[in-house]
Antibody, heavy 116, light 107 residues
Framework: EVQLVETGGGLIQPGGSLRLSCAAS????????MSWVRQAPGKGLEWVSL???????YYADSVKGRFTISRDNSKNTLYLQMNSLRAEDTAVYYC??????????WGQGTLVTVSS | DIQMTQSPSSLSASVGDRVTITCRAS??????LAWYQQKPEKAPKSLIY???SLQSGVPSRFSGSGSGTDFTLTISSLQPEDFATYYC?????????FGGGTKVEIK
């Protein structure tokens, strides 16, 4: 059974950094496309970043240059390094996986709050 | 960027009703469209991919259709557990984009 468990969220001051983790089980992260999708409070879904099984990465313009997606195949874990955080980055961050660029499996999400 | 426009943004329906949600892309996306269901305080759930392919385990009352720019999600007979918010998503090109959502409420 596929399972995705996100950790690392919390309260952080504007300009700060945070690293989110997504521990996967039931499949190897190295052989799947993996994404981060976020949802601001009371708002819709916003794609953040994707890493292909081959290692290529893509980012939303809103986070390009500030966020970095990566994975550790030995730990079967996906990461999102978030730097220069802004109030508008406040959201629940979901890890998602799938056979393509859509999101077949989702984690439960982790809340990131950027506030002073 | 490809803009995804869903309509309506909300609707009220009764158990047993047939419900149709529309999603329009700002440019052609072939059949690279997915639909998701989200209940309050829960993660989204994948329903349909490739515009009309039902995800494993999803009830057959859900169906998707369309190609190019116009797509629909149909629930043939609304059940109590179907009251939720539904999102479409295009994966024709980056950035991947979602529609604004359609909230299906109980009449």
């Amino acid at each position: 059974e596929v399972q995705l468990v996100e950790t690392g969220g919390g309260l952080i001051q504007p300009g700060g950094s945070l690293r989110l983790s997504c521990a996967a089980s039931g499949f190897p992260v190295s052989s799947n496309h993996m994404s981060w999708v976020r949802q601001a409070p009371g708002k819709g879904l916003e794609w953040v970043s994707l890493i292909y099984s081959g290692g290529g990465t893509y980012y939303a313009d809103s986070v390009k240059g500030r966020f970095t997606i990566s994975r550790d195949n030995s730990k079967n874990t996906l990461y999102l390094q978030m730097n220069s955080l802004r109030a508008e980055d406040t959201a629940v961050y979901y890890c998602a996986s799938g056979g393509g660029e859509y999101f077949q499996h989702w984690g439960q999400g982790t809340l990131v709050t950027v506030s002073s | 960027d490809i803009q995804m426009t869903q309509s309506p943004s909300s609707l009220s329906a009764s158990v047993g009703d047939r419900v149709t949600i529309t999603c329009r892309a700002s440019q052609g996306i072939s059949s690279w469209l997915a639909w998701y269901q989200q209940k309050p305080e829960k993660a989204p759930k994948s329903l349909i991919y490739a515009a009309s392919s039902l995800q494993s385990g999803v009830p057959s009352r859900f169906s998707g259709s369309g190609s190019g720019t116009d797509f629909t999600l149909t629930i043939s007979s609304l059940q109590p557990e179907d009251f939720a918010t539904y999102y479409c998503q295009q994966y024709n090109s980056f950035p991947l984009t979602f529609g604004g959502g359609t909230k299906v409420e109980i009449k």
